[in-house]
Nanobody, 112 residues
Framework: VQLVESGGGMVQPGGSLRLSCAAS????????MSWYRQAPGKQREWVAS???????FYADSVKGRFTISRENAKNMVNLQMDSLKPEDTAVYYC???????WGQGTQVTVSS
């Protein structure tokens, strides 16, 4: 099982970024996928999840601003992040809970 994130970067407050996670080594469409993040000096926290059938779940801190989606034909899970705030600054990780597998993470920095 392998997860590879991409799409991080630096953006001004109010801006947008789209993260992607490419999955391999398992039947992707069968499994829930999640995004987590870890800010400097803080514990890793859950951001959003999507079931194999497409049901979505969000942390209160990102609800209404972030959108998780999946492309089963491409074995990809995405996180569209809009109206970004400085407190969204963190390393973002893709996570396959059924396998206990994390991606390497991608840095998101929101700063003016």
């Amino acid at each position: 099982v392998q997860l590879v994130e991409s799409g991080g970067g630096m953006v001004q407050p109010g801006g947008s970024l789209r993260l992607s996670c490419a999955a391999s080594g398992f039947t992707f469409s069968n499994y829930r996928m999640s995004w987590y993040r870890q800010a400097p000096g803080k514990q890793r926290e859950w951001v959003a999840s999507i079931s194999g059938s497409g049901t979505t779940f969000y942390a209160d801190s990102v609800k209404g601003r972030f959108t998780i989606s999946r492309e089963n034909a491409k074995n990809m899970v995405n996180l569209q992040m809009d109206s970004l705030k400085p407190e969204d600054t963190a390393v973002y990780y893709c996570y396959a809970i059924s396998f206990g597998t994390w991606g390497q993470g991608t840095q998101v920095t929101v700063s003016s």
